[in-house]
């Protein structure tokens, strides 16, 4: 088993608060980043799949293809966008990158060939906050 | 001057904008400013190296405390724009675009009134890890 990663990037906004507390509790939980009209950042993505090498070509998987597969399905949702507001797939939840990256895989499953295997979403928010989702 | 040294402090802040001008139509900003005037903002995980220059002091051998420097840095700066609204949330972007150019303008502007007069300041903003200005250039 082989593993290839692709990295992205996109750039947006968001704010993490419960809609079910008063803004106390929110300011309270979420502090700085319950922010009402939003904050942002520079968000990397990391996609890493696993598979056995194609006999032909060599690869598990183009990774120009799976650069696409990931701008298409994700990138061109999220990038330049609200979080909160702009994406379908995050309507009626928390905005944490918890949730965005359970997101993201969901988005990204539908876009793989049978015979490649989604690893691992990572998602770096600034350079000291990361996630990472196994699908588990 | 033979002995200027340049000195550097590097802080960041998170924050949302967006880039319009209010006085054109939606269709030209969006053909100028493309995704960056969205109208739902977006975001950036900003930067920002700010380089002092001058002589050591005899005494100390600094150019300027980098205590004094970053605690200036965040009173000035970062508690002003982290997880802000650069548009909505800012006096200093009421009627001013936030480009990352304004953006180092304005930052150089609120720090230049600290630091000594025979001190040099020049502002680098990073708005993403391939963006980024001077100011002065």
Redesign the interface.
């Known amino acids: 088993m082989v593993y290839l990663t692709r990295i992205e ?1 996109f ?4 704010r993490l608060f419960n809609p079910a507390w008063t803004t106390e509790r929110n300011e309270e939980v979420f502090g ?2 319950a ?1 009402t ?6 968000f990397e993505l990391y996609v890493t799949v696993k598979g056995i090498p194609d006999p032909e070509t060599g690869f598990i998987f183009n990774a120009k293809k799976l650069s696409l597969v990931i701008k298409e399905r994700v990138i061109e949702k999220l ?4 979080l909160n ?2 994406v379908d797939f995050m309507q009626g939840k928390l905005c944490s990158i918890e949730n965005l990256v359970m997101g993201i895989w969901q988005e990204l499953l539908p876009g793989l060939p049978e015979r490649v295997k989604l690893h691992c979403v990572k998602l770096v928010e ?2 000291k906050i990361y996630i990472e989702y196994y699908g588990e | 001057m033979a002995n200027k040294v340049a000195v550097y402090r590097k802080e ?1 802040f ?4 967006r880039l319009a001008n209010p006085t054109w139509s939606v269709e030209e900003n969006d053909r100028v400013f493309g ?2 005037a ?1 109208p ?6 900003y930067e920002l190296i700010v380089k002092v220059i001058g002589e050591p002091d005899p005494e100390t051998g600094y150019v300027i405390d980098m205590k004094v420097l970053s605690d200036l840095i965040q009173r000035e700066i970062v508690a002003r724009f ?4 650069l548009n ?2 800012t006096v200093e972007f009421q009627s001013l675009n936030p480009t990352a150019e304004n953006i180092a303008i304005v930052i150089f502007n609120l720090l230049r009134p600290h630091l000594e007069i025979k001190l040099d300041l020049q502002v680098r903003l990073y708005e ?2 391939r963006n980024f200005v001077d100011y002065p250039a």
């Not at chain 1, 009209?37 to 520079?42: A, F, K, L, P, Q």
């Open positions: 990037h750039n947006a906004a968001h700085k980043c922010n009209n939003w904050h942002g950042h520079n990038d330049h966008r609200n507001l702009d600034t350079p | 960041h998170n924050a949302a904008h995704k960056c969205l739902n903002y977006h975001g950036h995980n982290d997880h802000r609204n909505l949330d993403t890890p």
